[in-house]
């Protein structure tokens, strides 16, 4: 791992270049404008950054949320009381609900203007399980090959909230009791269409920008044409050299770019209390 150093800003990059690590900071204080262009240059170059022994309180993980940029919108989950922007994602020891987020995807991709940036602050660790898994959806496009781009590169993906949140998705259909509080809805069941290669509004590098859990078709296309293109997709992105794994420890926050990442919420914690604090920051429409 090469390290770095700009100013009072140090970040140590994974080898692949995706996910770095970032230290010389103090993020319970208002980051002065240098520190927080060498921390936005980090984050566009690497898209999954971890500040480690960052113990924020909510008061101050809101305030650095601000300096990326404007609160997204979180939809589908009850925020925190008094903090509309805030979600907590708590499991209790003996809950048998899956865990949140367990299935590949991008922050709320099936919003108009997804979330540019998810911030996620580790409050209580379990002693095992909990990694979080990303996958470079940059690298994933430079990989294919010159005629799978030429046939992928002009399509609309069809985003829909409707296998999660619908009201025939996964959390109508679940039975276990659940701390967090999930809102089941009708609007969950509507559809857009965002390009299925994006262009990053930063770096100007494309994307791949699909997922399984909000993806459901290609404009133009049938069903079945749908599911045998993206379930190729789908297996390209997830093989093993673009995947960054993060093992949380106490007083990480991590801040992913949700234009050209995905992530998966692994599970393997059962019998353990675990909370995370999580934000968005507005993104834009995607191109």
Known sequence: MSVSQTRRVRVAPEA??????ITGVDLSQPLDPRDLE??????????????PGQPLSLDALEAFTLQIGPFGKDPYIEPMPGRPNVLE?????????????????????????PPA??????????PVGGDTLFVDASRAW???????????????A???????????????????ARTMKIIVSEEADSSLTHPLVRTHPVTGRKALYISPVYTVG??????????????????????????????????????????CTMHFAEGGYDGHLRVMHRTTVQGEVPV
Request: with cysteine; aromatic share 12%.
């Open 142 to 156: 430079d990989a294919l090959s010159d005629a799978m781009k030429a046939v992928v590169a002009p399509l609309q």
């Open 158 to 176: 069809v985003h829909s909230a409707r296998q999660s949140y619908g009201t025939k998705g996964v959390f109508a259909r679940d039975t276990e």
């Open 89 to 113: 994602l708590r499991r209790q020891p003996d809950e048998k609900a899956s865990n949140f987020g367990a299935g590949w995807h991008s922050d709320w991709s099936f919003l108009e203007t």
């Open 218 to 259: 290609i404009e133009g296309f049938t069903p079945e044409e749908s599911q045998a293109l993206l379930g190729f997709l789908f297996a390209h992105l997830t093989r093993e050299e673009f995947i960054y794994r993060h093992r949380w420890t106490e007083g990480d926050l991590l801040m992913w770019d949700n234009r």
């Open 117 to 126: 940036a998810t911030l996620l602050r580790a409050q209580i660790i379990p």
């Open 38 to 51: 060498d921390v936005r240059a980090a984050w566009a170059r690497h898209a999954v950054v971890c500040f």
């Open 16 to 21: 692949s270049g995706f996910g770095a690590r």
